[in-house]
């Protein structure tokens, strides 16, 4: 990975949310180094994939800002949007346009900062494949998404995130609806890109498969963050998620063994 460790992939200050006549979103601050992977936490409406969609800009901020890559997200058209994936909770692949996984997953080549058909070609073919690899559905590629299982879906949704390498990686629930093969497939992949420095920011209701690869744990209740630090070990009669005040950043990231997936076959 090119990009300099020290700018921080995060900085959020303050930043508070509103939509429709409620605050979603009060006063959240924090910061996420290069190569962390963060588990964002909390109950069914406490705001989660309201910050994520505000840190990509989606959302606008009542007050506060967020910086990505150093780049104040404001400033939209300067934010490396390419080196930044992102995978939705909980939507369909195709949206009712006919389209293969193939070619779902080729659309993640495209956006802003990426070539002009970045789509096309004998190596967006193959990357595309490698990332439908990645997520146990190469024997897939060419069958269209509409046939697709939610679970199938949702992986196909995350090798367009992964097709295009990010380097800060959002995922959004990324293991509701899938089975525990697939989530140990994602686990294992998400693995090797956090040994190459992948930073990671994940919205879980359960830490599940990949709570090995967590480093920190942010929770989120009523739009406030509650707590931030080392991700929850379950641990009976213990209950860690009480546990406040615990120092950031003291679970090394995990590193893998297994051979880098995905980043060797770019165009
Ligand atoms: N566009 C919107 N207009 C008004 N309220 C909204 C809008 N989007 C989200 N909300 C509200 O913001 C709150 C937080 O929603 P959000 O989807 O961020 O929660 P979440 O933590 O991701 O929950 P879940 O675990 O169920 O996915 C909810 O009360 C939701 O109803
Ligand atoms: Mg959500």
Do not use: C
């Amino acid at each position: 990975m090119a990009r300099e460790t020290s700018i921080a992939p995060i900085v959020a200050r303050d930043v508070s949310v509103v939509l429709g006549n409620s605050r979603i979103l009060h006063g959240i601050t924090f910061s996420v180094s290069a190569g962390e992977s963060v588990a964002l936490l909390g109950p069914n409406g406490s705001g989660k994939s309201t910050l994520v969609r505000a840190m990509l800009g989606v959302v606008p901020l009542a007050s506060g800002s967020i910086e990505l890559f150093g780049q104040d997200i404001s400033m939209r058209h300067k934010v490396s949007w390419d080196e930044i994936g992102y995978v939705p909770q909980r939507v369909s692949a195709g949206s009712g346009v006919p389209a293969t996984a193939l070619e779902v997953v080729k659309v993640g080549l495209l956006g802003p900062g990426k070539r002009l058909w970045a789509d096309r070609g004998r190596k967006a073919r193959e990357a595309a494949l490698a990332a439908l690899d990645a997520v146990g559905l190469a024997d897939r590629a060419n069958d269209h998404v509409q046939v697709f299982s939610g679970g199938q879906a949702q992986r196909v949704l995350i090798a367009r995130a992964l097709v295009r390498q990010p380097d800060l990686l959002f995922l959004d629930e990324p293991l509701a609806g899938i089975d525990r093969e697939s989530r140990e497939t994602l686990a294992e992949l998400l693995a090797n890109l956090q040994s190459q420095g992948l930073t990671l920011v994940t919205v879980l209701h359960e830490m599940g498969e990949l709570e090995s690869l967590m480093t920190r744990a942010i929770e989120l209740r009523d739009g406030h963050i509650r707590r931030d630090g080392a991700p929850p070990r379950p641990d009976p009669g213990h209950d860690d998620l009480e546990h406040d005040h615990v120092h950031p950043h003291e679970s090394p990231a995990r590193t893998s063994h297994h051979a880098p997936i995905l980043r060797t076959e770019m165009p």
